[in-house]
Structure formats: structure tokens, C-alpha cells
Nanobody, 117 residues
Framework: QVQLVESGGGLVQPGGSLRLSCTAS????????MAWYRQVPGKQRELVAG???????NYADFVKGRFTISRNNAKNTVYLQMNSLNAEDTAVYYC???????????WGQGTQVTVSS
């Protein structure tokens, strides 16, 4: 089993920035595809950004140009740098790991991001 622990959420003003971190257990982190999702009450959890093991990234349209996903395999950590935050970014952000062999998905507990004046 893979354990994922997110950190870095909090309260920020519109236009501000936060960096989320997600650290995974285990020694095979470099083989995981990682992603950040977010969820607001009453809505489906949605993909924010993903990064596969070769470093290629993908982003939801609503965060392109504002958010950056990255990973440090030596630290078993994936990051989400969030800039130019607005109120619509308020959500619980979840770290996801896709592990192959066989394929399994793992989720962190989530970290709250609140953007408000």
C-alpha cells in the first residue's frame, strides 16, 4: 500500500500563491504517475494537473498558466505551485498516485485551500 500525505494548504487572498506538497511512502516513487485533483461540495472530484514518470505534464484548462506541477523523485514528493489564485480555486486538493503492476490508485487525505479576502 502507498501512503500519500499532502501539506501546504491554507487561507490565501485572491491573487496570492500557495505551494502544495505530497510525499509518498515506498521506494518506487519514480515509477508512479502523480496528479493533483480538487473537489468542492456537491461536485465531482476533478483533475487539476498530472505528471508522469518522464516528467511530462498535463493541466486542466482552468489552471493553465497559473499552476505548475513538478516532482522530486529523490524526495518522493510531488508539488503543485499555485499562483494567481482566485475564489474559484477554493477546494480540497487531493494527491493521487497511479501504481502499475497491477494498476492501483491511491489518494491522500486532502488539504484545504481557501481563497478569500
Amino acid at each position: 500500500q502507498v501512503q500519500l500525505v499532502e501539506s501546504g494548504g491554507g487561507l490565501v487572498q485572491p491573487g496570492g500563491s500557495l505551494r502544495l506538497s505530497c510525499t509518498a511512502s515506498g521506494s518506487l516513487f519514480s515509477m508512479y504517475s502523480m496528479a493533483w485533483y480538487r473537489q468542492v461540495p456537491g461536485k465531482q472530484r476533478e483533475l487539476v494537473a498530472g505528471i508522469i514518470r518522464d516528467g511530462r505534464t498535463n493541466y486542466a484548462d482552468f489552471v493553465k498558466g497559473r499552476f505548475t506541477i513538478s516532482r522530486n523523485n529523490a524526495k518522493n514528493t510531488v508539488y503543485l505551485q499555485m499562483n494567481s489564485l482566485n475564489a474559484e480555486d477554493t477546494a480540497v486538493y487531493y494527491c493521487n498516485a497511479k501504481v502499475v503492476g497491477p494498476v492501483n490508485d491511491y489518494w491522500g487525505q486532502g488539504t484545504q485551500v481557501t481563497v478569500s479576502s
